[in-house]
Nanobody
Framework: QVQLVESVGGLVQAGGSLRLSCAAS????????MGWYRQALGKQRELVAT???????NYADSVKGRFTISRDNAKNTVYLQMNSLKPEDTAVYYC??????????????WGQGTQVTVSS
């Protein structure tokens, strides 16, 4: 089994910053792409940012220039640095990892989700 465990989110004022982390552990042969998604109340889950094992990144237009995704391959950990936060960034943030397990199956795993609330 593989687990993705996210750091605790929090409450921050508009314009503030927050850093999320997510560590993958368990029966891992390799962690491929990792990413962050979010789901605001009453809305569908949407992509925030992704990063490949080689470090290539992709961002939603709404967070470009404000959020930075990075990863530490040695620790199977992905980070999301969020700056200049806006109230519309309020959501539950989910970590995602495409993992090749020790049985060489490629499976999509999700974290449990962490609440980020930005007050105006």
């Amino acid at each position: 089994q593989v687990q993705l465990v996210e750091s605790v989110g929090g409450l921050v004022q508009a314009g503030g910053s927050l850093r999320l982390s997510c560590a993958a552990s368990g029966s891992i042969f390799r962690v491929n792409a990792m990413g962050w998604y979010r789901q605001a109340l009453g809305k569908q889950r949407e992509l925030v940012a992704t990063v490949t094992s080689g470090g290539s990144t992709n961002y939603a237009d709404s967070v470009k220039g404000r959020f930075t995704i990075s990863r530490d391959n040695a620790k199977n950990t992905v980070y999301l640095q969020m700056n200049s936060l806006k109230p519309e960034d309020t959501a539950v943030y989910y970590c995602n990892g495409v993992v090749t397990t020790t049985r060489l199956n490629q499976i999509d795993y999700w974290g449990q989700g962490t609440q980020v609330t930005v007050s105006s």
